[in-house]
Nanobody, 129 residues
Framework: QVQLVESGGGLVQAGGSLRLSCEAS????????MGWFRRSPGKEREFVAT??????????YYSDSVRGRFIISRDNAKNTVYLQMNSLKPEDTAVYYC????????????????????WGQGTQVTVSS
């Protein structure tokens, strides 16, 4: 059974940084694409970033709203995927979810909530102005 456990959320001022972690178990991590979604108050879950499985070079994809500010990375030795969030804005306030098991043939096409089969419980990020 796949388990995804997020950590690293918290309260930060606008312009600050946070690093989220997601430790995965119950899967072959090095051959699994991983990603992050978020849900802001009153909104649906939205795509943040994904990273392909390691042997294909760790290709990354980002939403337009976070590209240039957030960085997704992975450490296969630790079965962990990270989301480094810089230049945070109040609109980044959300619950952030770790995801895996893209159901489409190409990771580049996995950008909707229904495209991922496994989800973590989420970690809250609050950015104050």
């Amino acid at each position: 059974q796949v388990q995804l456990v997020e950590s690293g959320g918290g309260l930060v001022q606008a312009g600050g940084s946070l690093r989220l972690s997601c430790e995965a178990s119950g899967l072959t991590f090095s051959s699994s694409a991983m990603g992050w979604f978020r849900r802001s108050p009153g909104k649906e879950r939205e795509f943040v970033a994904t990273i392909s499985w390691s042997n294909s070079g760790g290709t990354t994809y980002y939403s337009d709203s976070v590209r240039g500010r957030f960085i997704i990375s992975r450490d296969n030795a630790k079965n962990t995927v990270y989301l480094q969030m810089n230049s945070l804005k109040p609109e980044d306030t959300a619950v952030y979810y770790c995801v895996t098991h893209c159901v489409r043939s190409f990771l580049s096409r996995c950008s909707k909530e229904g495209d991922f089969a496994s989800w973590g419980q989420g970690t809250q990020v609050t950015v104050s102005s």
